[in-house]
């Protein structure tokens, strides 16, 4: 399995804090399979993003575990003013490996009413916006029809694997199911913090969508689709999954 989504570098933000930390991160997500990480530390008011010093870690935490998983760069992007017009001048400094995919993280206060202008721009430059963690964000629960529209604008979702679990509670793990009906998820991933409470294992929710969406869903969200964003390849987008609606159900919107 590949995982896009994990602060697995110490030092840098509010993930691991020490490098043991971050070799015991490595040591619970190659037990449970996964064979790539991208380590995407924030880029936000709160931490400054710095690719040389992301590229010496990383060296220093492939050396400390023997390469026993492959580490790769990106970032977890928020979209703040700065940040936008760096990336819009510099299109592949915050990419997953330099290439097109943009983890991009919203704010849990507000939504800009210039975000599809925002994500308009990030594609017209070359990047590929890949929104995350959704079901986590309770402004974004209420805007599905327009989670729709950014897919259909060539955007990406990527869900968190704990929330299938119901680890963020009820809310998180139905929007994240309505998502997976709907075909709006493209990659799940661990957004691992720490060895204990969000470690970076992806198994038990590759289990959950195998059993529950099918193993080839399962996959396309942790291997072949986040793979794919490592080397800059183009992710088709999901058709929803039919569903049997209930009689007091028709009518209503499908979300």
Known sequence: MVDIHCHILPGLDDGAKSLEESVAMVKLA??????????????????????????????????????????????DFHLSATNIDDALSHPAKYTINHRVYLLVEFSDFVIPPSTDEILGRLRAAGMVPIITHPERNRLLHDRADQIATWVENDCRVQVTAQSFLGRFGKAAKTFSDTLMRNGLIHFVASDGHDPERRPPVLSEARQYIAKNYGEARAEALFVTNPRATLTGETIEPFEPQPRKRKWYELGRNPF
């Open 30 to 75: 190659s037990a449970a399979g996964t064979t790539d990480i991208v380590a995407t530390p924030h880029a936000n008011h709160h931490y400054n993003f710095d690719p040389e010093r992301i590229a010496a870690k990383i060296r220093e935490l492939q050396q400390a575990t023997n390469h026993l998983v492959n580490l790769h760069t990106g970032c």
